[in-house]
């Protein structure tokens, strides 16, 4: 059974960075894509960031391109979302989700296995 667990969320002041951390077991996490997702009260959940299995390509949202650096550790079995500069637009719900047919998968949102949310709060 897969499990896929967040944490790292929080309150923070706008401008302020926190690092979210996601971590997965009961599949090989070296051989899948994974990326974030985040979703607003009453907003459609929206891609974040996307990484692939070997860290060689990353896709970001426009509104995050150059605030936010997706990254990942295999060996430790984690991926992670530094996010900087936050801004009272970025609260939400953040989402972990693991791509079993890659980022480019146009499907993503339906085959992915995903945690369960770590909230993050930007105040003004």
């Known amino acids: 059974q897969v499990q896929v667990v967040e944490s790292g969320g929080g309150l923070v002041q706008a401008g302020g960075s926190l690092r979210l951390s996601c971590t997965a077991s009961?599949?090989?996490?070296?051989?899948?894509?994974m990326g974030w997702f985040r979703q607003a009260p009453g907003v459609e959940r929206e891609e974040v960031s996307c990484?692939?299995?070997?860290?060689?390509?990353?896709y970001y949202d426009d509104s995050v391109k150059g605030r936010f650096t997706i990254s990942r550790d295999n060996a430790k079995k984690t991926q992670y979302l530094q996010m900087n500069s936050l801004k009272p637009e970025d609260t939400g719900m953040y989402y972990c989700a693991i791509f079993p047919y890659g980022c480019s998968d146009s499907s993503k949102v339906d085959d992915a296995y995903w945690g369960q949310g770590t909230q993050v709060t930007v105040s003004s």
């Open positions: 009961g599949l090989n996490f070296g051989s899948y894509d």
């Open positions: 990484i692939n299995w070997s860290g060689t390509y990353t």
